[in-house]
């Protein structure tokens, strides 16, 4: 009896040490096997009972070793399979290197678009856009373009029908402007960029096909002086605090007083250098007060109202940002470019 315990005791000891699981579940058959009431060390703890009593300090210390090594492979088992739950088994080499994912970048005349509607949003004008195939009444006639202006020769526009009233590629977006002021009444305060085309030769400083944003604000008592504070915000915001504009007297058919804008060169600080050409100034924009007529046409009373107008080619403010010195850049799409502006996101 005692040396078959004796045996029975080392055998279980010798299982038990060799069980494995890899799944909580084993283990708690584990242990309704060995440690449950029916369970295979209990059954050696009843049969104790009939161990004679000289040996039954020997098989109790036998047997509470047994219990001890059960119960100690079972907290073993649970304890590696948890921690294996934590650290999972990867089937791939993680120190491979990855896939790079390589992202775009976006063009560098969205990013000053975005740049110039933001800081309009900030003083208060909302967004309005239009058509690019325009008719003859909103980019020219409502903007009160004389019948013999040089702006409508065949030169500058490029047509899509000719006739009474001809249909073409915009070739400024103050054709959005006239749209506005017809659906809406002022106060209007609105920005409009867009692409435009104008039948020129491709050259390093002129392109076929450009972007604009132009903007407009009327209401009672609109005056100069808000045109000046408006612009001299945002090319503050623009091109750094220190810059300064300078307004000089120009000529458009819908603005009267006009004007065109120039701001202290970013480059030299106003001392003069080859990109402001030794003045110390940059044109950036036209701008003036809008034209009576143009009001009258849009069904806006200039005895009541006024406003004015502005309007920038964004290709020229993103060169003026960036020093970009050839217009061609922007449409050829070369990587090496693009890739120049990717900080600037
Ligand atoms: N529309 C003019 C252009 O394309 C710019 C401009 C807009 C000038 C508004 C004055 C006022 O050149």
Redesign the pocket.
């Known amino acids: 009896m005692a040396s078959q315990m004796s045996e029975r005791i080392v055998q279980l000891l010798n299982e038990i040490e060799e069980l494995k699981a890899r799944r909580e579940k084993e283990i708690e058959e584990f242990r309704v096997r060995y440690l449950g009431k029916k369970g295979e060390v209990t059954k050696l703890f009843e049969e104790f009972r009939n161990v004679l009593p000289e040996q039954k300090k020997e098989f109790g210390r036998k047997l509470n070793e047994l219990k001890q090594a059960a119960a100690a492979k079972i907290e073993a088992l649970k304890a590696s399979l948890e921690e294996a739950a934590e650290t999972p088994e990867c089937s791939f080499d993680l120190t491979k290197p990855g896939d790079a994912c390589e992202l775009g970048t976006r063009h560098p005349i969205s990013i000053t678009r975005e740049e110039i509607i933001a800081i309009f949003n900030k003083l208060g004008y909302s967004l309005a856009e239009g058509p690019e195939v325009e008719d003859d009444y909103h980019v020219f006639e409502a903007?009160n373009f004389p019948p013999d202006h040089p702006a409508r020769d065949m030169q500058d526009t490029f047509f899509i029908s000719s006739g009474k009233s001809p249909i073409l590629l915009r070739?400024?977006?103050?054709s959005v402007?006239v749209r506005t002021m017809e659906r809406r009444k002022p106060p209007i305060r609105v920005i409009c960029p867009g692409r435009?085309f104008r039948n020129e030769a491709i050259s390093a400083r002129a392109h076929c096909i450009f972007h604009?944003v132009?903007?407009?604000y009327i209401d009672k008592a609109v005056s100069f002086a808000d045109l000046k504070q408006a612009i001299l915000l945002f090319v503050k915001e623009m091109f750094g605090e220190s810059t300064q504009i300078r307004m000089r007297p120009?000529y458009?058919p819908?603005?009267e007083p006009?004007?065109e804008i120039d701001i202290s060169c970013n480059i030299c600080g106003g001392k003069g250098c080859n990109i402001c050409k030794g003045t110390g100034w940059l044109e950036i924009?036209?701008?003036?007060m809008?034209d009576p007529n143009v009001l009258k046409a849009s069904g806006i009373d200039p005895e009541v109202y006024s406003g004015?107008?502005?309007?920038?080619?964004i290709e020229r403010i993103a060169m003026l940002k960036w020093q970009v010195r050839d217009l061609r850049h922007y449409f050829e799409n070369d990587v090496r470019f693009l890739r120049e502006f990717e900080t600037s996101l």
């Open positions: 903007l070739t400024h977006t103050s402007q435009v604009q132009e903007g407009l120009s458009f819908f603005t006009s004007t924009m036209g701008a003036g809008v004015f107008a502005f309007g920038m080619g």
